[in-house]
T-cell receptor, first 113, second 112 residues
């Protein structure tokens, strides 16, 4: 079945450092790919998404490119802030109406000043 | 207010008791989902629903029951709570496919 694998954390960075969180997927067909973020004590918020190969999703300085050839959707940010400290989830959805999101296990990011 | 709301936000219950977690959305989204979040497992799908009176099992349905008599409500019931069901539960809704999914704020359930 479909699955998502993302790098295990925690990831600890200093403010203004470069961030990469790796995400790879296994899926039949052509899924949509998502990154969700969960701040402490809160629910999940959609950070960005991409619906087809070579699409780049971006939001709040974060970017991820849908790479079909490597089945990857790595999350990057050029300069992290303390406020980016959160848990990041990579997820996929088969492009059929009503299919559920399949999540990776999440990566905890901690940014210190 | 528009959105997706879950209640209660926190719940402590005893082993063997029945408990119901509520989920309400105001968008009339067709699809609704229940996930549980556990450390080391990420989010796992419990049940989902494509429309009123249409529900189906997800990855971890054992010990849970759902119903959907109205499009806007999707309650999750633990018929006889066990300690292994201590978790954070998230409800989500969607119009389908790549349009995205919106999550509630979660219910933290502790079974003692």
């Amino acid at each position: 079945g479909d699955s998502v694998t993302q790098m295990e954390g925690p990831v600890t960075l200093s403010e203004e450092a470069f961030l990469t969180i790796n995400c790879t997927y296994t899926a039949t067909g052509y899924p949509s790919l998502f990154w969700y973020v969960q701040y402490p004590g809160e629910g999940l918020q959609l950070l960005l998404k991409a619906t087809k190969a070579d699409d780049k999703g971006s939001n709040k300085g974060f970017e991820a490119t849908y790479r079909k050839e490597t089945t990857s959707f790595h999350l990057e940010k050029g300069s992290v802030q303390v406020s980016d400290s959160a848990v990041y989830f990579c997820a996929l959805s088969a492009n059929q109406a009503g299919t559920a999101l399949i999540f990776g296990k999440g990566t905890t990011l901690s940014v210190s000043s | 207010d528009a959105g997706i709301t879950q209640s209660p936000r926190y719940k402590i219950t005893e082993t063997g008791r029945q408990v119901t977690l509520m989920c309400h959305q105001t968008w009339s989204h067709s699809y609704m989902f229940w996930y549980r979040q556990d450390l080391g497992h990420g989010l796992r799908l419990i049940y989902y629903s494509a429309a009123a009176d249409i529900t189906d099992k997800g990855e971890v349905p054992d010990g849970y029951v759902v119903s959907r008599s109205k499009t806007e409500n999707f309650p999750l019931t633990l018929e006889s709570a066990t300690r292994s069901q201590t978790s954070v539960y998230f409800c989500a809704s969607s119009t389908g496919g790549a349009r995205g999914y919106t999550f509630g704020s979660g219910t933290r359930l502790t079974v003692v």
